[in-house]
């Protein structure tokens, strides 16, 4: 929380959006980051989903329009809905059948997400999760079940963002995707990145989340020897 995973959406939008692009910011209720959006002047774009059908029919308009770029603040309160759905009640699943129904209904609707744009950029709170095999602690996203982990599979890029304080007024911003054994992150790259991307305070966030994934991804894999 506070580490500005909204600020980012929105600037990923506003940098994305240019020259008319279609582009949307969807606040799911319960995350309600609506009025950050509005202080970056880009109130116009967004929208409040208030239930799991709210949502699945953005994703029909998006997909429909052909929409650029979409931004979802964010998985952990669009989770309840979800389960809203299925139970009724944002409650937990009782039992493995209720739980493999949540796990489902979720793992679709993401899917049906990767189409609604070209670019899609989910931001989500983090928790400790513990591997009930290993007894391993990892920072996950912040999701119910096998979906702490698991939800990494759903996206091309994970990574986590952290904020520490450097001095007065001053803090310093990395978005980590580097591999490693206590956070979970992912990258679809034939050569991986391989430092802490650093974010300005401001403006130029995703531009330089963007130009990392670019560099490595134009970097000549290894040969092969025959």
């Not at 698991?150 to 007065?168: E, K, N, R, T």
């Amino acid at each position: 929380n506070a580490s500005g995973k909204t600020h980012l959406v929105g600037d990923f939008l506003r940098t994305e959006g240019v020259d008319g692009k279609l582009c949307k910011f969807i606040n799911v209720r319960g995350e309600d980051g609506m009025l950050t959006l509005m202080g970056m002047g880009l109130g116009s774009i967004g929208e409040t989903v208030e239930s799991y059908d709210d949502f699945d029919a953005v994703l029909d308009q998006c997909t429909r329009e052909q929409y650029h770029a979409l931004g979802v603040d964010s998985l952990e309160p669009l989770n309840r809905w979800v389960r809203a759905k299925l139970f009724g009640s944002d409650r937990m699943p009782k039992g493995p059948e209720e739980w493999q129904e949540l796990h489902r209904l979720m793992a679709n609707l993401m899917t049906k997400q990767r189409r609604a744009a070209k670019y899609v950029l989910c931001a989500c709170t983090s928790d400790k999760s513990t591997d009930t095999v290993t007894g391993k602690v990892t920072i996950t996203p912040d999701l119910p079940g096998r979906e702490a982990r698991g939800a990494a599979g759903w996206f091309d890029f994970v990574g986590y963002l952290d904020v520490s304080i450097i001095g007065p007024g001053r803090v310093n911003r990395v978005l980590v995707m580097v591999p490693n054994n206590a956070i979970t992150v992912r990258q679809r790259l034939p050569v991986p990145i391989m430092e802490d991307i650093k974010l300005p305070n401001g403006p130029g966030g995703w531009a330089a989340i963007k130009a990392a994934i670019q560099h490595a991804a134009a970097k000549p894999t290894a040969g092969v020897a025959k």
